[in-house]
Every structure is written in C-alpha cells, then in structure tokens.
C-alpha cells in the first residue's frame, strides 16, 4: 500500500484562504475525496474554503489556475482517473499532473495534489477515505496545501 511510511502532515490554517476544486466522475469515490478533504481543513482550522466542482479531471487545471489567481492561498485539486482499455488514461494523468505542477510554479500557489490514478475502481474507492478505505487521499491532499502555506512562508515570510 502506497500509504506506508507516510509522514503526520499539519498545519495551521487559521486566516487561510483554500478553495477546493474537485471533478464530478465517479460520484462515491469523489464524494469520499471531498469530505476528506473538507476534515483535514477543519482540523487545520480553515474557515474561509470554497469548493468548486467541474466536469472532470482535466478541467481541474483550469480552475486551479483560475483560483490561485483569484487570490487563493492554496488549492487543493481533486479527481479520479480509473485506466480503461484506451490510452485515455495515460493522456489524461500526463496532463493533469503536468498542469497542476504548472499552476503551483507559476503562481507560487500550493496545490494540494489528490488525484487518484488507479487501475480499477476499487482502488480508488480503497483510498477515497471511505468507510473500509485504507487511505484517504482527500484529507492527505488538503493538509498537505495547508502545510505548504506554511513552508513557504517559513522560507520567505514576505513574499507569501
């Protein structure tokens, strides 16, 4: 399991702005990544989080630029890409990795990446943070933004 040997990711989210943009495939699987991600905000004491949905996973860089622009102070991106009998998986990640890398080192945003790439569904479902799931990919995602802002800051407290 890829959750072996994980580190505890904290941060303090008090006065943070985070908007969480989440794709709408695989509705359970998603719902499970959202609420996860939702937990760890609170935990982090977060109070100002928007949650934006779009169609799929590709669209989510577009919204995660849109929201590091728009004055975000981390974004926490959201999707699942289950492989199918196509290449589309294989375009589909590519992309979706690439650009949320690209929107973090161009707008010098975190972004929280809680993407799952899985073989099949069960695997997304065994790490959506679901009741039975072994991890929780939502909640990892999110408090590893919040910890970001806070590294960042940590390197450079005037320019975050």
Not at 8 to 26: F, P
Not at 104 to 115: D, E, M, S
Not at 132 to 150: F, L, M, P, R, W
């Amino acid at each position: 399991m890829s959750g072996t040997g994980s580190p505890e990711i904290t941060g303090d989210g008090r006065g943070l702005k985070i908007v969480v943009v989440a794709a709408s495939w695989h509705t359970t699987v998603m719902d499970g990544l959202l609420a996860g991600a939702l937990r760890a905000l609170e935990a982090a004491a977060v109070e100002q989080v928007t949650v934006v949905r779009v169609p799929g996973t590709v669209e989510l860089t577009v919204a995660a630029s849109a929201a590091a622009r728009g004055g975000a102070d981390a974004v926490v991106a959201l999707g699942v890409v289950v492989r199918g009998g196509t290449p589309h998986f294989d375009y589909v990640c590519q992309s979706v990795t690439y650009g949320l890398t690209e929107v973090a080192l161009r707008t010098g945003v975190p972004v929280g990446f809680g993407v799952l790439t899985c073989n099949n569904e069960m695997q997304a479902r065994d790490r959506a943070g679901l009741p039975g799931s072994h991890e929780d990919k939502g909640a990892e995602a999110a408090a590893a933004a919040v910890a970001t802002v806070g590294a960042l800051r940590a390197l450079a407290p005037s320019a975050v």
